[in-house]
């Protein structure tokens, strides 16, 4: 999971050819933190400090599929956006 600090449109968010998001693209400092993945069966936290404005919490793992298929889980939908006040 990345925490991502971007004023713009959810779904403009710079992607590479696999449907990740491009976080070398992203505005400098736009990159707040990140989880790395880790095996389903586990639990991970981590702690943000977060200034006021808006964010989104993306997953930008990139799997290969058993048919072949690249399966991107940002453009399968895993972001939300939240605000800090």
């Known amino acids: ?3 991502v600090r971007y004023d713009g449109d959810i ?3 710079p992607t590479d050819a696999d449907g990740a998001v491009d976080e ?3 505005p400098e400092g736009a990159v707040i933190g990140e989880i790395e993945g880790f095996a389903e069966d586990r639990t991970c936290t981590g702690t943000f400090e977060l200034e006021p404005g808006d964010y ?3 997953c930008n793992i990139v799997e290969d599929e058993e048919d072949g298929e ?3 889980h ?3 939908g895993m ?3 939240f605000t800090v006040v």
């Open 1 to 3: 999971m990345v925490i």
């Open 11 to 13: 779904t403009e968010l």
């Open 24 to 26: 070398d693209q992203l």
């Open 56 to 58: 989104f919490l993306l």
């Open 70 to 72: 690249t399966e991107a």
């Open 74 to 76: 940002y453009a399968e």
């Open 79 to 81: 972001i939300t956006a």
